[in-house]
């Protein structure tokens, strides 16, 4: 029970947070938030618990915001319920995909999954009629509040931290972690080791997907280099896994929440301090400055990471102990 | 119906045939030695019996069943278990996650799996050490883990790569009560194993391989005789 103390803390602080602050600009940053633990942790399946690390989960993600686009600007149907094919479809890609190239040993199989990426990107591009090309997708918000969306994501979100505790603590979660550290003694313990990658897979991309077509009704608006980006979701989903920490259930939800403050401190010119700076003392640099510090929000992320791994290679969530114990003797001594 | 057979195995790596048409038979019940010179096939006979290698040709017959041609998970859940000579433990794992892990392959709840895990571990005497890390562990203790996480699969047939390599007497002694142990708990087993006292006190029958082909096959005290072995081990100016 204990255990289970933080997070529940944190779920109601997140439950009663947009009733408190009302202002949109917090509740879209918490929104991004809960919608990249969703991404973090299905990555996270894969990658940290079955020891197959992606770096394309933008196809699965853009698979999902273009099943969810696609139907309601064609067909007209509800993107609500667009979502549900999102992680179908997400799913549907990730199956004859992860059926071919689970063979694959090793980096092989990461460089296969950011070729899935590359390639869905430009076919996204390329296939006019369906996708409009470059030009994107534009459809209708259902809502023009923010808090539904809010809400939305944040059952989705405890959805998937509840079905990655599921699977991570029965079978399924010891036959991943089993593949992870050793396929062929996994093999010789009577375990089928591909279908379970697939089942990894499967699991994974699926709440992947869901978050790409809660994207598309969130922001109304997809086109193929922002739901296929490498570096801003793909990548992204590395990062975030390996800071908060890889193989840990609420790693990635630490992950994003520092990769999204990260983001926010260097785009607002650290708070803003930048420009009250500029401003006292009437100099230009500062002003300057503020403005290059407000593009350097990946390369600040970036920092944080080789940080992050140089110190905690376990990530922030993985080296909670280590973490602790080196506060605790500081203290001592002081 | 005999137990296991295994018929004319052969495997090629390119142009080499590292096992050469070698046949063999075991019997229920008993432990079967198999032995050799450095690089004379065995562990290679063991991964095409569990299929971590595709036979060149040949037959693998399990309890009347040909199994050559199975995956090497199902021939794990058929009741084949091994070990392997280069101990692979699911290192960032405990020895009870590692056995338990084993154990799934015959029950499907957690509580099952564990209780059997726990049960194997008290049998290999690894109870003193379940909660460390895998790759905290000794040699010692991983061989045994080795065995342990076979023996969670309820094998009727056990294959011991090499389990004894690196222990000290002690541990030697230790190792051999446990396979004898196993042995009278029903479970067949087959041995490779390279000190010559082990194989030789514990095995009920030996098979001799040599340039992966068989040299010689009987009870321990033929095949130390046989001039084929003593050959094959000490040298031509022995035989």
């Known amino acids: ?334 | 119906m005999s137990f296991f057979r295994a018929e004319n195995l052969v495997k090629y790596f390119g142009g080499l045939a590292a096992v050469n048409n070698v046949s063999f038979e075991v019997h229920q019940g008993e432990i079967f030695g198999l032995i050799g010179p450095n690089g004379s096939g065995k562990t290679t006979t063991f991964n095409l019996i569990s299929r971590y290698h595709r036979l060149t040709s040949g037959r693998v017959i399990f309890k009347g069943q040909e199994i050559q041609h199975l995956p090497t998970y199902k021939i794990c859940r058929l009741g084949i278990g091994r070990t392997f000579q280069v101990v692979k433990p699911l290192r960032r794992m405990s020895v009870l996650d590692n056995v338990i892990v084993a154990a799934f392959a015959r029950v499907n709840t957690m509580r099952e799996a564990r209780e059997l895990a726990l049960q194997t571990i008290e049998f290999c005497g690894l109870l003193p050490v379940q909660n460390l890390l895998a790759k905290s562990l000794p040699i010692a203790w991983r061989k045994r883990l080795e065995i342990a996480r076979a023996m969670a699969t309820r094998p009727s047939l056990l294959l011991l790569d090499e389990t004894s390599a690196g222990l000290n007497p002690t541990e030697l002694l230790q190792a051999i009560d446990l396979i004898k142990k196993i042995r009278d708990n029903g479970t067949t087993i087959i041995i490779i194993e390279h000190i010559m006292h082990v194989i030789m006190s514990i095995s009920d029958r030996i098979h001799a391989i040599n340039f992966g082909q068989t040299i010689a096959e009987g009870t321990p005290q033929e095949v130390a005789q046989n001039n084929a072995v003593i050959e094959a081990y000490l040298g031509t100016d022995y035989a």
Request: with cysteine; aromatic share 16%; net charge positive.
């Open chain 1, 1 to 334: 029970m204990k255990k289970n103390l933080y997070p529940m803390i944190f779920l109601i602080a997140l439950i009663v947070f947009p009733l408190v602050l009302r202002q949109e600009y917090y509740q879209h940053l918490i929104i991004l938030f809960m919608m990249w633990v969703v991404i973090g942790s299905s990555w996270n399946l894969l990658a940290g618990y079955t020891g197959r690390v992606s770096f394309g989960h933008a196809a699965f993600f853009g698979s999902g915001a273009y099943a969810a686009g696609l139907l309601a600007y064609h067909y007209g149907i509800s993107p609500w319920w667009g979502m549900a094919t999102g992680g179908l479809l997400a799913t549907a890609v990730a199956f004859p995909f992860g059926w071919i190239t689970f063979r694959l040993h090793g980096a092989y199989f990461a460089l296969a999954t950011l070729a899935l990426n590359e390639v869905l990107k430009d076919a996204a591009k390329i296939a006019e009629p369906l996708t409009n090309g470059m030009v994107g997708i534009l459809i209708m918000p259902t809502f023009s509040s923010k808090l539904p969306y809010y809400y939305i994501i944040l059952v989705m979100m405890v959805l998937t931290i509840l079905c990655m505790r599921l699977t991570v603590r029965s079978k399924l979660g010891y036959y991943f972690v089993s593949i992870r550290e050793d396929q062929d003694a996994a093999e010789s313990m009577g375990i089928n080791t591909t279908r379970y990658k697939m089942i990894s897979l499967c699991i994974g991309t699926f709440w992947t997907g869901l978050a790409g077509a809660f994207y598309m009704n969130y922001m109304g608006f997809i086109d193929p280099s922002v739901v296929f980006s490498l570096q801003d979701l793909s990548i992204a989903a590395v990062l975030v896994g390996i800071v908060g920490g890889v193989g840990t259930i609420y790693g990635p939800a630490v992950g994003a929440f520092i990769m999204i403050a990260v983001q926010e401190f260097f785009r607002s010119g650290f708070f803003g301090l930048f420009k009250y700076f500029g401003d006292k003392t009437g100099s230009g640099a500062f002003t300057t400055l503020s403005e290059f510090v407000k593009s350097a929000h990946t390369l600040g992320f970036g920092l944080l990471v080789i940080l992050v791994i140089l110190l905690l290679p376990n990530g922030i969530v993985g080296d909670w102990t280590k973490i602790k114990t080196k506060l605790f003797r500081m203290k001592v001594t002081t």
